[in-house]
Nanobody, 125 residues
Framework: QLQASGGGLVQAGGSLRLSCALS????????VGWFRQAPGKEREGVSC????????TYSDSVKGRFTISRDSAKNTVYLQMNNLKPEDTAVYYC????????????????????WGKGTLVTVSS
């Protein structure tokens, strides 16, 4: 089970931290990613982290503003979102994948196998 939380309403320029708590998906064996989908738009891979925790990928639209991290003791992955913009408004999903031999960029570009329910982030101008 992947449980995303931390969404909400924030003004432009503000910050939020999303959490993805994983049950049954030990972080050492799974890559984890954050994806988002805004109304009328295609799903976008926002940020992904490899199963070792050393490889990270960010979409160009969030690079420099968002940071992905993980806490192995809590089996949780975080997405710190700073300097939020109205265009960041979307439902954010966390996902996991155990396939080996694929980069974090591959997963962000192509999606992952296991998906959780999303959390809504709304950024007002």
């Amino acid at each position: 089970q992947l449980q995303a939380s931390g969404g909400g309403l924030v003004q432009a320029g503000g910050s939020l931290r999303l959490s993805c708590a994983l049950s049954g998906f030990p972080l050492g064996y799974y890559a984890v990613g954050w994806f988002r989908q805004a109304p009328g738009k295609e799903r976008e891979g926002v940020s992904c982290i490899g199963n070792s925790g050393r490889s990270t990928t960010y979409s160009d639209s969030v690079k420099g503003r968002f940071t992905i991290s993980r806490d192995s003791a809590k089996n949780t992955v975080y997405l710190q979102m700073n300097n939020l913009k109205p265009e960041d408004t979307a439902v954010y999903y966390c996902a996991a994948d155990e396939r080996t031999g694929r980069s974090s960029k591959y997963f962000c570009d192509n999606g992952m196998y296991y998906w959780g329910k999303g959390t809504l982030v709304t950024v007002s101008s």
